[in-house]
């Protein structure tokens, strides 16, 4: 993007974000999640499995996932990530081995994702 010292430009470009936003939390079907381990672990967890059948991110008809960083950081982060980009990131490192099993008894099975990844996709 061009810089642009035009506080109109920057306010209809504002005006845009929060059109997004609003469409994204009143229109769109959104998965939320509280991840509370995020902060000791930097990795996001997201569950694909629990007892042996298609879970969390394999069954999703979510748009959109909102994802809240909990624990440490307090619920004070939240992002908000399209499932098919949330998806080909799962595959990514489902591929690596990148899996844990937890839930109780260790039922459910998650794909562990840098927080970094997020955002390099």
């Known amino acids: 993007m061009d810089y642009c ?3 109109r430009y920057d306010l ?9 936003l609003n469409d994204i939390l009143s229109v769109k079907k959104i998965e939320v999640k509280r991840d509370s381990w995020i902060y000791k672990s930097g990795n996001i967890a997201i569950e694909f499995e629990s007892r ?3 879970s969390g991110i394999a069954i999703s008809e979510a748009e959109y996932w909102a994802i809240i960083f909990s624990g440490g950081y307090k ?10 980009r949330l ?3 799962c595959r990514k490192f489902y591929k690596l081995g990148n899996i844990k099993s937890m839930g109780d ?13 997020i955002f390099k996709h």
Do not use: C, M
Not at 12 to 20: S, W
Not at 76 to 84: A, V, W
Not at 105 to 117: D, F, G, R, Y
């Open 5 to 7: 010292n035009d506080f």
């Open 12 to 20: 209809e470009v504002g005006f845009i974000g929060e059109k997004l």
């Open 52 to 54: 042996n059948k298609p």
């Open 75 to 84: 619920d004070e982060i939240i992002i908000i990530i399209k499932s098919d």
């Open 87 to 89: 998806k080909e990131i």
């Open 105 to 117: 008894n260790n039922t459910s099975k998650a794909v562990l994702i840098p927080i970094i990844e």
